[in-house]
C-alpha cells in the first residue's frame, strides 16, 4: 500500500456499483485481471508496431481493470490469497510486456527497464513479507505513482525520461526497504516480548519456590 492508497475506500464507493453489477453478471476478480493482462500484452504490441499512443490508451485501460478487480472483491467478499498473488504478478507482467514493445517498436530508451526492475523487487519484498507473516505493510509508493512516472517518462524527451524512469525505480526500492525494516522490526519486538514473558516466568518459578 502507498501514500494514494488511503483513498481505496473512496475509489470502492465510486466504483460500487460497476463492481456489484460485474459481481451479478458473474464476472470474477481474477476475469477482471486477466483481463487486464490480455489488454496489456495487446499495449505492448501496439508499441511494438510503432503505435504508441495506442499502447498508452491499451495499458490504461489495463491499469483500471487492476483497479476494478479489487474492488470487486471486496464488494463481493470474494478476496483470495491466489488472487492476491496473481493480481501482484499480473501487474508486473502488465507493465514488462508494455514496456518491452515501448522500447523495441517505439523508440523509448532501455532504462525504462530500471521501472520493471524496481516492480519486480517490490514484488518480491511484498511475497517475502506476506510469507512470513507481516501481513499488509503501509509504504510511501507504490503501482499508481511508478505507473505514473514511467508514463510520463515515456512521453519525455531525454534525457528527462530516465530521470523518470530511475525516480520510479528508487520508489521501489524505498518501498521494498520499508517492509523488510518492519519485518526486523516486528521480530525485534516479538524477540523482546518473549523475553520478558520469559522473565516473567522466571520470577514466577522464584516466588513460589520462596513460598
Do not use: W
Not at 71 to 89: K, Q
Not at 102 to 129: E, H, N
Not at 148 to 170: C, D, E, K, Q
Request: net charge positive.
Amino acid at each position: 500500500m502507498s501514500l494514494l492508497y488511503r483513498y481505496k475506500p473512496h475509489k470502492d464507493t465510486i466504483l460500487q456499483s460497476v463492481a456489484t453489477r460485474l459481481d451479478r453478471a458473474g464476472v470474477t476478480p481474477n476475469q477482471i485481471t486477466a483481463l487486464g493482462l490480455c489488454l496489456a500484452f495487446s499495449s505492448g504490441l501496439a508499441a511494438l508496431r510503432g503505435h504508441l499512443y495506442t499502447g498508452i490508451i491499451l495499458f490504461a485501460i489495463a491499469a483500471f481493470c487492476d483497479a476494478l478487480d479489487g474492488s470487486v472483491a471486496r464488494a463481493a467478499n470474494r478476496a483470495t490469497e491466489f488472487g492476491l498473488y496473481f493480481d501482484g504478478i499480473s501487474d508486473r507482467f502488465s507493465e514488462l510486456f508494455f514496456v518491452v514493445g515501448a522500447v523495441l517498436g517505439a523508440g523509448v530508451p532501455p532504462s525504462a527497464f530500471f521501472v520493471i526492475g524496481g516492480a519486480f523487487t517490490l514484488l518480491f519484498a511484498r511475497v517475502y513479507g506476506r510469507t512470513h507473516g507481516r501481513g499488509p505493510v503501509f509504504t510511501t509508493f507504490g503501482r499508481p505513482e511508478r505507473l505514473a512516472l514511467l508514463i510520463a517518462g515515456i512521453l519525455s524527451p531525454a534525457p528527462l525520461n530516465t530521470v523518470l524512469f530511475v525516480a520510479a525505480a528508487l520508489c521501489c526500492v524505498v518501498s521494498s526497504a520499508q517492509i523488510l525494516a518492519l519485518g526486523r522490526s516486528r521480530r525485534a519486538k516479538l524477540g523482546r516480548a518473549r523475553g520478558a514473558s520469559s522473565d516473567r516466568q522466571t520470577q514466577a518459578h522464584v516466588i513460589q519456590r520462596h513460598n
